[in-house]
């Protein structure tokens, strides 16, 4: 006989990781970011490695409801060169720049004109990207406000990382009531 705890008692315990507090956790850093830098909108993207694809795990403003779940490979536009490179970036005029993949932007529904993305990182592990996109026109993006949105990042790295241990949990919690 084992000492483990069985699933039950886990989740009875409540020491199972929940993904909806995780999410929660993820909507209010894209709520706040979004508040914070008077933007029309602010998303995260998460690196699902299975796939190689990016997913919108939290939406703020334009696209809000209607974009989580949505994938797009995670080499395309300015959120995959940030996952690639892992460097922050302000853009303006997005128009003008050759990494905007304006067909993806034009499948979510909504195509920004200035955005300032960075990469959410667990070490050297890339998790995702973070954007905050099209701020008022009397505020245009500025370099200095990446080291913000930096801690932000932070934060919504924390967050993912719980997410996939929840998403990894529930997975084996899963699998192991199956075989009883």
């Known amino acids: 006989m084992t ?11 409540g020491m199972l990781p ?14 706040v970011a979004r508040a914070i830098f008077g ?20 939406v703020s403003g334009e696209g809000e409801g209607d974009l989580i779940g949505m994938r797009i490979p995670s080499s395309t536009g300015i959120a995959g060169w940030v996952l690639v490179t892992g460097q922050p970036i302000v853009i303006d005029d997005l ?10 932007a ?14 959410l990182a667990n070490g050297e592990t890339m998790l995702g990207v973070l954007q905050v996109l099209d701020r008022s026109r009397d505020r245009a993006f500025s370099l200095g406000e990446i080291d913000l949105l930096s801690l932000f990042a932070n934060q ?21 009531e199956g075989s009883e």
Request: aromatic fraction near 6%; hydrophobic fraction near 45%.
């Open 95 to 104: 128009q003008q720049d050759p990494r905007f993949a304006r067909q993806a």
């Open 156 to 176: 919504a790295a924390i967050g993912l990382d719980l997410l996939q241990t929840a998403r990894r949990a529930r997975a084996v919690a899963d699998q192991g």
């Open 18 to 31: 929940s993904e909806e507090s995780h999410r929660a956790l993820l909507q209010s850093i894209v709520d």
């Open 106 to 119: 034009e499948q979510t529904g909504y195509v920004p004109e200035g955005l300032m993305a960075v990469p």
């Open 3 to 13: 000492d483990d705890p069985s699933y039950q008692e886990v989740v009875a315990a």
């Open 39 to 58: 933007a029309r909108a602010s998303s995260i993207f998460l690196l699902d490695t299975a796939t190689d694809e990016l997913v919108f795990e939290a």
